[in-house]
Nanobody
Framework: VQLVESGGGLVQPGGSLRLSCAAS????????MSWARQAPGKGLEWVSG???????YYADSVKGRFTISRDNAKNTVYLQMNSLKPEDTAVYYC????????????WGQGTQVTVSS
């Protein structure tokens, strides 16, 4: 299993970023996928999930601002993040499962998102 996140960076409050997670080594199209994040000094927080049928779920903290999607032809899951706030600053991870698998072998290495002026 390999999950590789990309698209993180520094953005001003109110800005947008799109994260991507390229997956390989398992049957992506039939797998539920999640995004989670870890802010400095805090624990892991589940952010969003998408099932194989395309149904989506969000944490209250990001509902209405973030959109998860998937492209099964590209084995990729995305997280479109709009109206970003400083409190969205974190390392963002993609993972297999909703909720994510406990075993971190099924997680990516993470991508840093920093929201600051």
């Amino acid at each position: 299993v390999q999950l590789v996140e990309s698209g993180g960076g520094l953005v001003q409050p109110g800005g947008s970023l799109r994260l991507s997670c390229a997956a390989s080594g398992f049957t992506f199209s039939s797998s539920a996928m999640s995004w989670a994040r870890q802010a400095p000094g805090k624990g892991l927080e589940w952010v969003s999930g998408i099932y194989s049928d395309g149904s989506t779920y969000y944490a209250d903290s990001v509902k209405g601002r973030f959109t998860i999607s998937r492209d099964n032809a590209k084995n990729t899951v995305y997280l479109q993040m709009n109206s970003l706030k400083p409190e969205d600053t974190a390392v963002y991870y993609c993972a297999i499962g909703v909720p994510p698998e406990r075993d971190h072998d099924y997680w990516g290495q993470g991508t840093q998102v920093t929201v600051s002026s």
